[in-house]
């Protein structure tokens, strides 16, 4: 997903779900200067506003950091 999409691609918003739901309950996640739960970041992800959308961003960049390895360079 890149920040001009209008959407979120299906498969990569099913991830991000999936990875939110192993979340502890109390765990809550900042983004900029706003504090989210995991609730409120499942729901802005399954609405795919503007902070769902920057937060499917960062894991996808994330899991591809993993994957290239470029995390532990």
């Not at 299906?10 to 996640?29: C, D, H, Q, V, W």
């Not at 989210?36 to 591809?64: I, W």
């Amino acid at each position: 997903m890149t920040a001009t999409q209008n959407t979120i691609n299906n498969t990569a918003k099913k991830l991000i779900l999936a990875r939110i739901e192993t979340m502890p309950s109390n765990m809550g996640i900042a983004i900029g200067d706003e504090e989210f739960s995991k609730v409120e970041l499942r729901n802005h992800v399954e609405q795919e506003d503007a902070v769902g959308k920057k937060y499917v961003e960062m894991q996808l960049t994330f899991l591809r950091s993993l994957k290239d390895g470029s995390l532990f360079k």
